[in-house]
């Protein structure tokens, strides 16, 4: 098992805002069990059941309402002993084998613990979480006993769970108690009923406010099975929405996490640790990667993030882009149609702008957050026109990007318009209004930007990725200009990102700490700080080689690579700490997009240390499941990582970094104008002496690639191969 170690009250670590995420004990320690299926996830204890422990983030959750915060199940008045517990590895399934505890029946008769196994599975379809129950008699003799569930529903608003206060809420209503079923009711302030249903399948069972009641008559070696649903209904789910009984609904859900556009992708190495942690990345993207009116789009995260956020779509739709460019066709379609067209400034919002977050909740539609469409986000616009560039590269899909090329240049207007509004060649932000995110960048804590002496930096600012995203941007959506009849266009953005690229150079190097400042502030002041955001330029090509080989060294000095990935902060640093959500803690996602700097490059060093780093932290963790971060301690021998108490897990963009990191480790670029499949100075981890890639499709072809690890090289074979694919290996 992981090493956890308990880091309490991250209010006294960070310097809060309004919108964090408080924690008042460890939620590493709680080991709970997660599912998702669209709008709908939960988050149970080991034993299935949800209990107000720990962070108090246990539910049952529905479009951002809990639907069902308390769960208790009792055996004979008891608490069942737990024997195990674990998701099943496509995560449609939580499964838990559970026994009675020393018992006294009311029949007199002793019940030894370990008599009867309780077997509970349980799943979850778009608005009702099944719950199946099946007790086993091993003893010679029949035995009446009693399973009891006990529930409540606060319908509290996920911004609620995490922390914040309201003044008022809204009614609770009266509970109604029919046949076999109980529902809790809420008409919230924003005028929407909202209603949860607890029904049980057994007909003998008895319901009551909170609480139904199941007598089990168990013969001798005898068998009982009943199941206990939960359904969550209010705006956007239908009281109609179609009943199935435990087998058929579960049929439905294995059928539908077949279809994911990951499932038909094989890919196996000679490590099976590798190989857990590629199983477990796939079944967590099929899990978050939901279909909407405009796609498919990848929620964020669970439980804080279960929605759709611009930034973290459009990173995890790069990870998997080589893979599956669906997913970027989704993610780019949703962001373009909620692509903002007007002046908000309570939504940070300018025309061009590209969406930081969605929010279906309660709080955000009575506008008290502000993220029922929020905007504040200075990265995912540029972002945006990167991952629409990189699209036409990997499908040459014209068709759709003429389809979105109003769009891509109303973001171009916003970069140069409204993200520069000083003139200066660099894209800044700042709010608008006191309620929104003070920083605006991926790490948007409020003291994640400062100066070498620890002082907070004073905006606008303008942090130094977001420059090199910008150059990316319009270096890749230049030559697709230019493919789209658009010549004069692309020679002025080729022009902007070459001025750009040497105005950063000017502006935001540092030969004082051999690498890119993290940002210059409101006056144009450096602020000199050693950051992973330096290592986050490289990929985008804005560094010389003699800048890259500056900062590649850094980021793999101990100082900043801890053993299992690199610090978003190095060691050294005024603000450096470890158990910090941004000054000093390791996030996969981030080490991915260093890593896939290496991409084109001979020297795999840094894509290599990273990908080794991130298996033995996958190794480590519950699941082989990245979280979003951990703590940034220093690895030791015999140590485990240490957790971060409030980390989501899934997390989209932690689980695509595995796919990221090996696209760069590999060197695999696809062009599909030129019907190729490049390799680039391919290479492989230590630990990786074999892997094959099985159905990858680049339009009408596919191929089977294997490869094979040497000393000094990798070898490439084309196992099989269909349809017009040119496969260049470059050494």
Not at 430 to 459: C, E, M, P
Not at 474 to 503: F, M, P, W, Y
Not at 586 to 597: G, K, M, Q, R
Not at 700 to 722: G, H, K, M, P, Q
């Amino acid at each position: 098992m992981p090493s956890v170690e308990n880091v309490q009250n991250r209010d006294v670590i960070e310097v809060e805002h309004q919108f964090y995420i408080r924690a008042s004990s460890a939620l590493a320690d709680d080991r709970t069990r997660v599912l998702l299926n669209g709008d709908t996830f939960a988050i149970f204890d080991r034993s299935g059941d949800i209990q107000p422990v720990g962070f108090g983030q246990q539910g049952i959750f529905h479009n951002e309402t809990r639907h069902l915060s308390r769960l208790e199940t009792r055996f004979c008045g008891l608490r069942p002993l737990l024997l195990s517990s674990t998701i099943h590895e496509d995560n449609v399934l939580l499964a838990v084998d559970l026994t009675n505890p020393d018992l006294l029946l009311a029949s007199g008769a002793s019940l030894p613990r370990g008599t009867v196994h309780i077997y509970r599975t349980k799943f979850l379809t778009d608005v009702v979480c099944y719950d199946q129950i099946t007790l086993t008699n091993y003893s010679e003799f029949s035995h009446d006993v009693d399973v009891s569930f006990e529930f409540e529903s606060d319908f509290a608003d996920i911004f609620e769970v995490r922390g914040e206060k309201r003044a008022r809420r809204g009614d609770k209503l009266a509970e109604e108690v029919r046949g076999c079923s109980v529902t809790e009711r809420y008409e919230g302030l924003d005028h929407i009923p909202r209603s949860t249903r607890v029904e049980c399948s057994a007909p003998a069972c008895t319901a009551r406010p909170g609480g139904i009641s199941v007598p089990v008559h168990l013969e001798a070696h005898g068998e009982a099975t009943f199941t206990i649903n939960v359904t969550c209904e209010g705006k956007g789910s239908s009281s109609n929405y179609p009943t199935h009984n435990y087998s058929e609904a579960l049929q439905v859900m294995n059928q539908k996490r077949s279809k994911s556009p990951l499932a038909e992708i094989e890919i196996q190495s000679s490590n099976e640790q590798f190989n857990d942690w590629i199983r477990r990345s796939r079944s967590d993207l099929a899990m978050m990667v939901t279909n909407t009116p405009h796609g498919l789009y990848p929620y964020a995260g669970v439980p804080w993030f279960s929605t759709v956020f611009g930034r973290d779509g459009i990173i995890t739709a790069l990870e998997l882009l080589w893979l599956v460019p669906s997913v970027a066709k989704g993610v780019l379609s949703y962001l373009a149609a909620t692509q903002a067209t007007s002046h908000d400034a309570v939504r940070d919002a300018d025309p061009g702008k590209i969406l930081h977050e969605m929010r279906k909740g309660e709080m955000a539609r009575l506008g008290e957050v502000p993220f029922g469409r929020y905007y504040g986000t200075v990265d995912a616009t540029p972002l945006f026109v990167v991952l629409a560039a990189a699209y036409y590269e990997r499908t040459a899909d014209a068709e759709f990007l003429r389809e979105i090329w109003p769009n891509i240049m109303a973001a171009l207007e916003w970069i140069d318009r409204y993200g520069d509004q000083d003139g200066d060649g660099f894209v800044e932000y700042a709010r608008q209004t006191d309620h929104g995110l003070v920083q605006q960048g991926w790490k948007d804590s409020n003291d994640s930007i400062f100066y070498s002496n620890g002082d907070l930096a004073v905006g606008p600012i303008a942090l130094c990725e977001v420059q090199a995203y910008v150059y990316a941007a319009k270096q890749g959506i230049a030559a697709v200009a230019n493919c789209l009849g658009h010549a004069e266009l692309s020679e002025r953005l080729l022009r902007q990102a070459s001025d750009l690229r040497t105005e950063f150079t000017a502006k935001f190097w540092s030969d004082e700490i051999a690498m890119f400042a993290l940002a210059l502030d409101g006056k144009k002041r450096q602020c000199l700080v050693r950051s992973s955001n330096a290592g986050q330029c490289l990929f985008s090509g804005i560094a010389s080689d003699a800048q890259y080989r500056s900062v590649s060294k850094a980021l793999l000095s101990p100082a900043f690579f801890s053993g299992w990935g690199i610090r978003t902060l190095v060691t050294g640093e005024k603000r450096y700490n470890p158990m910090s959500y941004h000054n000093g803690s390791v996030w996969p996602h981030d080490n991915a997009l260093i890593a896939y700097s290496g991409l084109l490059r001979p020297d795999k060093e840094l894509a290599l240390r990273v990908m080794s780093g991130l298996l033995d932290l996958s190794a480590e963790v519950m699941l082989d499941r990245l979280p979003e971060l951990i703590c940034g301690f220093g690895r030791r021998p015999g140590k485990g990582p240490t957790l971060y108490p409030v980390a989501c897990a899934p997390q989209a963009w932690a689980a695509g970094s595995v796919f990221m990191a090996l696209q760069a480790c590999l060197g695999l670029e696809i062009r599909a104008l030129e019907s190729r499949l490049y390799l680039h100075h391919a290479a492989l981890p230590e630990k990786l002496q074999h892997l094959t890639i099985r159905n990858l499709r680049v339009g009408d072809a596919c191929v089977d690639l294997s490869f094979e690890r040497y000393a000094e090289t990798v070898s490439v074979n084309i196992l099989r191969r269909t349809g017009t694919l040119e496969i260049v290996a470059l050494r």
